[in-house]
């Protein structure tokens, strides 16, 4: 397709389980990064990539976050032993380029963690 | 570190009315402004951006004026129609990077 496609869409875990939440940039594009979005806020930053490279994870909350992006298309942002805390709405977005701000978004997958 | 705030909604307001949603922000440096919109069931999309001071940004009947003085990005139409019922974020970006701070978002809904 032509945007950022996110999957699962819905995601359902229990505590203590792993998940992991797949985003498929818009083919080109440079700049991709994850963002996490509590319900009735904005969303806030957690890692950005370039390329393969991940040049910022200042915004994952724990070590129990990662995120790769192994051949600098197709990304993963992994949760191991997740808590209800972890509940959000999890958004990928894709830029052609750095430093530019014009971000494409996906539509998110939501987590729910019991 | 950076931050926006903008205001809290919902908006609500019918069809043709004038909309304004205040943003402010705190950033060391630079920052380029943004606003975007998450309509319902979308992801979210760039409204319209500003880069320097005194910068005017505008996209489909929306502006909005970089105003370093007042540190404040406020979004403005002057006649809003049913389809722009939405979330409005305000964004901005200091790094070099392209990484955006997000305010809480701002729901209009406008009715006919």
């Known amino acids: 397709g032509a945007g950022v496609s996110q999957s699962p869409r819905y995601k359902v875990a229990k505590r203590g389980q792993d998940v992991a939440l797949r985003c498929d940039p818009i083919s080109g594009h440079v700049s991709l990064f994850w963002y996490q979005q509590a319900l009735g806020q904005g969303p806030e930053f957690l890692t950005y990539?370039?390329?393969?490279?991940?040049?910022?994870k200042s915004g994952l909350p724990s070590d129990r976050f990662f995120a790769e992006r192994p051949e600098g298309s197709v990304s993963t942002l992994k949760i191991q032993r997740t808590q209800q805390e972890d509940s959000a709405v999890y958004l990928c977005?894709?830029?052609?380029?750095?430093?530019?701000?014009?971000?494409?978004f996906g539509e998110g997958s939501r987590l729910t963690v019991l | 570190g950076d931050s926006v705030t903008q205001m809290e909604g919902p908006v609500t307001l019918s069809e043709e009315a004038f909309l304004t949603i205040n943003c402010t922000y705190t950033?060391?440096?630079?920052?380029?402004l943004f606003w975007y919109v998450q309509y319902p069931g979308e992801g979210l999309q760039l409204l319209l951006k500003?880069?320097?001071?005194?910068d005017k940004g505008s996209n489909k009947g929306f502006e909005a004026t970089y105003r370093k003085e007042t540190t404040s990005f406020h979004l403005e139409k002057g006649s809003v129609q049913v389809s722009d019922s939405a979330v409005y974020f305000c964004?901005?970006?200091?790094?070099?990077?392209?990484?955006?701070?997000f305010g809480a978002g701002t729901q209009v809904v406008v009715t006919p």
């Open positions: 977005a894709s830029s052609i380029t750095m430093n530019t701000g014009e971000l494409f």
């Open positions: 950033a060391t440096g630079y920052p380029s």
């Open positions: 500003a880069t320097k001071a005194d």
């Open positions: 964004a901005l970006s200091g790094d070099s990077w392209g990484k955006l701070q």
């Open positions: 990539f370039q390329n393969e490279a991940q040049l910022d």
